[in-house]
Structures are given as structure tokens and as C-alpha cells.
């Protein structure tokens, strides 16, 4: 069931959030997983961390709504990039769910320097895994440059490239892999960097046994 929502900034991360608790699905104790049990995509141990101490199984919604927000959202700025563009927003929390948000924040900064020309177009900026104002004023300038949509576009397969490269690299988990590519690549599609479709895939409050 989708849910159209008022496009603020809350509205936004909560529709985010809910498309990437969708494609991480429920409950799982994958022994071939180095992460071990986890609901939502949320694992014991990142739940654990974050306060939680009843049975990763009983794991709510809303729980990990809050945990994602907390974790994958506020604390690597990415929420700083919502007003910007929405659709890099997502990429940046979908990807730092799967593959961690240091190592997204990296690329993303990365790709910015990359797309600078050295320097030559906007100032470089410290890749240091840790997005903040000069991250978010160096993709402003990228859009002052190549025009919002462009800049979004560029960025957008970029970070699929490197997405791509990274997954393939990690040859013990290759029983993974084509879901990887699969659910994970090219999932914000280059249509939304002009036209942001704000929907939530399912009610927050739907029944837990459905």
C-alpha cells in the first residue's frame, strides 16, 4: 500500500527509510552472514549499540525507523543533503546502509573532487569520510556548474560505480552478489534527480504477522 506524504524533510526520510526497511525484509539468521541475525536490516549487534535489549525477532518497525534515522541518517549528515537533492539523499542512506556511511561519505567526497577538475572548477575538499558544509557547498557548486540536474545524474552513477566495484570485490560474500547488483544498483533511478517520488512503500503501522 503506498502513502503520499507532504514533501518536508521529515516526510522524506521516513519514506527513505521505509523503501530501504522494504528491500531488507524481515527476520533472518543467515549462517553464511558475517552479520549474523538481523529484522529489517537492522542487525542484533547495531541494535545492541543503539539501546535495544529485547529479541532482535520482536524488532519493530518504528524501532528500526529510529535506529536508521539515528544511525545511517543524522549522524553521517545526510540528512544535510535532503533539501539539496533528495535523490542523492537516498542513495547516500540506502548505500550507507548496505555498505557502511564512512565508507559512502568517502566516495561521495571523492567523486565531488573527481568531478572538480582538480580543483580547477570548485575547491577540493578533505576526503575524509565524514560529510558536513564543505561536503554539501562542494555539490552545490558541482550544481552551479553542470546545472541540478547533471550534477545529480553524475553523481548518482558514480556512486553506482563505486557500489559496483566495491561488491565485486568481496569475493567471500559472491553468494550475494547478484542480489547486491540486483536491489542495490541503479535502484534511485536518473529520472528522480528532476521529478523526486515521495511514497511510502508500506504503512509504518501495518500488521507485524502480515
Known amino acids: ?101 564512512a565508507r559512502v561519505s568517502l566516495w561521495f567526497q571523492r567523486i565531488l573532487n573527481n568531478l572538480s577538475n582538480a580543483g580547477k572548477l570548485y575547491p577540493l575538499i578533505s576526503e575524509d569520510g565524514m560529510v558536513g558544509p564543505k561536503t554539501i557547498a562542494s555539490y552545490k557548486a558541482l550544481e552551479s556548474i553542470r546545472g541540478k540536474e547533471k550534477a545529480c545524474t553524475l553523481v548518482l552513477k558514480s556512486l553506482d560505480g563505486y557500489q559496483t566495484y566495491y561488491y565485486s570485490s568481496l569475493t567471500d560474500l559472491n553468494r550475494y552478489l547478484a542480489g547486491w547488483l540486483d536491489k542495490r544498483i541503479e535502484n534511485i533511478s536518473l529520472s528522480q534527480c528532476t521529478n523526486y517520488n515521495l511514497h511510502i512503500p508500506f504503512l509504518i503501522e501495518e500488521d507485524e504477522s502480515k
Open 1 to 101: 500500500m503506498n502513502k503520499k506524504l507532504a514533501a518536508t524533510s521529515s516526510a522524506i526520510i521516513t519514506a527513505i527509510l521505509s523503501a530501504v526497511i522494504l528491500v531488507e525484509g524481515g527476520y533472518t539468521d543467515d549462517p553464511y552472514d558475517p552479520g549474523g541475525k538481523t529484522k529489517y536490516g537492522i542487525t542484533e549487534n547495531v541494535a545492541r549499540e543503539y539501546g535495544y535489549t529485547g529479541r532482535i525477532e520482536d524488532l519493530t518497525k518504528e524501532m528500526a525507523i529510529e535506529i536508521y534515522e539515528t544511525l545511517y541518517v543524522r549522524e553521517p549528515h545526510f540528512d544535510l543533503m535532503i533539501d539539496v537533492n533528495p535523490a542523492i539523499a537516498h542513495k547516500l542512506i540506502d548505500a550507507g546502509v548496505n555498505v557502511g556511511t
